[in-house]
C-alpha cells in the first residue's frame, strides 16, 4: 500500500456535534446565532436541535447531544461532566412574572394558595435556593419561552421566567409585571468528553463577544 493511501486511510474526519438549545427568544435570536457563528469560525461541523429543557442532561448522559447552546451556573454545577466554554454569553436574570391582575412581590414564594408556572429545572432551582417555595403549587410546562404567553392569556397569574440582563428583553414581558429573584452568569457547555474541541471553540465564542458583527442581535 502506498504512503499516498495510508494517509488517507488514517485521516478520520471529525464527528458531528448535536447542541441542544431551548425555545426561548433570547435564545433563538441571540445565543444561538453566535454559538452557530463560533462553531463556523472554528471550523467544527456542528447540528443544532431544539429541546424542552428538562431533556438536556438527560440526553447528555445518553450521549444524544454533546452539549447546549446556553445554560446557567446553578444547572452547570449540579453536573460534573458538563464543561463551560469561553467566558460567559451573558448574565441573566431569574424572574418571578405576575399578570397585571394580582399583586406582584417576592412573598408569592411560600403562599401554599398560589400556583406558579415553571418548567421542572426551574422548580428545582427555586426550591434549593428558596426553601420557602417548597409550599407552592406548580404546574409543569417544560418550554420556558411559552411562559409569558401563558399569563398574557389569562391562564395563570404567576410563573418563573429567564432574562439576559445584557440583551433586549423579550417584547411580550411588556404587559407583565416582573421582580428578579436572583442573576447567574450562564455559559455555553460541552460535555467534558469534548475537551480538546472546546479549547477550539472558546477563543472564538470571546472574539464574537468582544466584537460582535452586525447581524447579531445584542
Known amino acids: 500500500m502506498s504512503l499516498l493511501c495510508l494517509k488517507g486511510f488514517s485521516s478520520e474526519k471529525e464527528p458531528q456535534l ?6 426561548h427568544p433570547s435564545v433563538q435570536q441571540t445565543a444561538l446565532p453566535l454559538v452557530k457563528l463560533a462553531y463556523k469560525n ?17 440526553e447528555i448522559h445518553h450521549e444524544n447531544i454533546d452539549g447546549d447552546v446556553v445554560q446557567i451556573d446553578f444547572i452547570i454545577d449540579k453536573h460534573s461532566e458538563l464543561k463551560r466554554v469561553g467566558p460567559p454569553i451573558s448574565e441573566v436574570e431569574f424572574l418571578l412574572i405576575c399578570s397585571k391582575r394580582v399583586e406582584c412581590k417576592k412573598t408569592v414564594l411560600g403562599d401554599k394558595d398560589i400556583a406558579i408556572v415553571t418548567t421542572d429545572i426551574g422548580r428545582r432551582a427555586i426550591k434549593t435556593l428558596f426553601p420557602q417555595a417548597a409550599n407552592n403549587r406548580y404546574f409543569i410546562v417544560n418550554h420556558l419561552g411559552r411562559m409569558p404567553k401563558i399569563l398574557a392569556t389569562g391562564h395563570a397569574d404567576y410563573a418563573f421566567y429567564i432574562v439576559s440582563s445584557s440583551w433586549s428583553r423579550p417584547a411580550e414581558l411588556t404587559s407583565l409585571q416582573q421582580i428578579t429573584l436572583f442573576k447567574s452568569k450562564a455559559y455555553h457547555i460541552l460535555h467534558q468528553r469534548h475537551e480538546e474541541l472546546a479549547k477550539r471553540i472558546a477563543p472564538e465564542i470571546e472574539a464574537l463577544l468582544a466584537n460582535p458583527p452586525s447581524e447579531l442581535k445584542f
Not at 18 to 23: A, M, T
Not at 43 to 54: H, Q, S, T, V, Y
Request: charged residues 30%.
Open 18 to 23: 448535536r447542541i441542544s438549545y431551548i425555545e
Open 42 to 58: 472554528a471550523g467544527i461541523d456542528a447540528k443544532f436541535i431544539r429541546l424542552p429543557d428538562f431533556r438536556f442532561v438527560n
